[in-house]
């Protein structure tokens, strides 16, 4: 009984003092996440990167979608479709998280898109499938949209003056293309053709349907039709050569919408009598209501001192008073496919020599046709090496209204290969001449200092 009872002794007392112990202890609740600590582990990706392990001054490209991550994102909860106008969305901004964050990311900015110069356009070739597509590019001096029945009512504009040479044989795939185009636009266009008839008949019909004023030359070549009779009397020669001219004049062709040419790079020492030849056919040509033009001077003639004549005074004040049915024909031609401007304003811009004579003789410019232009007889640059050589021609011809177009040679045959090569023009000039027009001024002076090293040479005071 005595050791019953020491041992219940011993185990009450040691119930109490562990009783007692675990009164006085205080539990650790630091030790316990809070319900909020819980939420936040839960919602934290795993490995969160830190702000130095995104480059601070890290930009992405301007061309990507999304912005780039350092690490993969959990994906985003789905949210009600909203409507996408442009680059905005009309359900609102996004909220921002009310989790608490212990590191802020880095701001990341796109930088905007620069703001670079249109490229090139790749245009298919309407005119000629064959062809392979033209690369067109911004034009030197484009003063807007080529809309032609605008410009053609601004004395202040003019269009590209640009056309083409047409004849028999050879190849003008593109031609009949070339003119709708145009004409489509009110643009007029420069068309030359000796002896055969058929794309001047097309161009005339268009004129008359759409009122667009294009410009119109037939020449009949070859033996009695290339030059008169340089031995025969001016006046007779010219009554003779053009009754030859109007009996081989086509019917179809309307005589006040096509300019006549009756001859073709005459004697440039003859040029007193060509003077009274041509002063003879032009009053015909006036009287019967035909369009003539006179002489077809070769590149590079004649000389400043042949404009100066009386007989050729004469037939220039005529001219100024006719200027719809009276014509100066000249051809300019560079000799080099390298450079059309070689040899400037000696070749190509020779007619500056013309005006520069009439204006010093006090007459009104007359009406100039480049009936022949270009660079070789049987040779011309690639398309894209001719259009860019040709830009400064063009804002040079569209100064000066008086000179109404030049006619690139050559689309007939005969000459090598070049009709191919001119054909391949068609495109990227149609493409120009509906997409740009020049500003020019009111009356543009003709500077003599231009033609300095001409005066020295010939001993001629200006």
């Known amino acids: 009984m005595r050791k019953a009872f020491l041992f219940l002794s011993i185990l009450s007392v040691a119930c109490i003092a562990i009783i007692s112990s675990c009164q006085t202890a205080e539990p650790d609740l630091a030790a316990i996440p809070t319900v909020a600590e819980l939420a936040r582990v839960e919602t934290l990706p795993p490995e969160r990167p830190t702000a130095e392990a995104i480059p601070a001054t890290f930009t992405p490209a301007a061309e990507a979608t999304q912005p780039p991550t350092a690490t993969a994102q959990p994906p985003a909860p789905e949210q009600a479709p909203t409507e996408q106008i442009g680059n905005f969305n009309r359900g609102g901004t996004s909220m921002p998280s009310l989790l608490p964050q212990e590191t802020p990311l880095p701001t990341i900015t796109a930088s905007p898109a620069p703001t670079l110069p249109p490229p090139p356009t790749l ?29 053609r009512n601004n004395d202040r504009l003019d269009y590209v003056k640009i056309g083409f040479h047409d004849g028999p044989g050879g190849s003008a795939v593109g031609i009949v293309e070339w003119m709708t185009t145009l004409d489509s636009q009110g643009i007029p266009f420069f068309l030359k053709s000796a002896d055969d008839a058929g794309t001047l008949f097309q161009a005339q019909e268009l004129s008359k349907k759409s009122g667009v004023p294009h410009i119109l030359v037939f020449r009949r070549s070859g033996g009695d039709y290339e030059l008169p009779n340089y031995f025969d009397d001016p006046t007779e020669a ?7 001219h109007l009996d081989a004049f086509p019917p179809e062709l309307d005589k006040s919408m ?10 440039r020492g003859r040029s007193e009598w060509m003077a009274r030849y041509s002063l003879e056919i032009a009053k015909m040509a006036v009287r019967d209501g035909y369009k003539y033009a006179a002489f077809g001077w070769s590149s590079g003639e004649p000389e400043y001192t042949d404009w100066q004549a009386p007989e050729m005074e004469a037939f220039l004040r005529f001219a100024a008073d006719h200027p719809n049915q009276v014509a100066v024909s000249l051809h300019e031609y560079s000799y080099k496919n ?7 304003p000696f070749q190509v811009g020779r007619f500056q020599l013309l005006f520069l004579a009439t204006d010093r003789m006090g007459i009104r410019r007359p009406t100039v046709l480049i009936t022949e232009f270009g660079w070789e007889y049987v040779s011309l640059p690639s398309p894209e090496e001719a259009m860019a050589q040709m830009t400064a021609v063009m804002e040079l011809y ?10 690139i ?4 045959g005969g000459y090598s290969n070049i009709p191919q090569k001119a054909q391949r023009l068609f495109q990227p000039l149609a493409a120009l001449s509906t997409s740009a027009y020049y500003e020019r001024p009111t009356y543009p002076p003709i500077e003599p200092e231009i033609f300095l090293d001409y005066w020295e040479k010939e001993g001629i005071t200006p």
């Open 409 to 412: 040679w050559y689309l007939g």
């Open 398 to 407: 569209a100064k000066y209204p008086e000179v109404k177009g030049a006619a």
């Open 123 to 151: 245009e298919v070739n309407p005119l000629n499938p064959s062809l392979p597509p033209f690369e067109t590019g911004p034009v030197t001096r484009k003063f807007g949209s080529g809309f032609g029945n605008n410009v």
């Open 338 to 344: 390298e450079d059309l401007f070689y040899n400037y």
């Open 238 to 244: 010219a009554q003779e050569h053009w009754q030859k």
């Open 258 to 267: 096509v300019w006549i040419e009756s001859a073709n790079e005459v004697d």
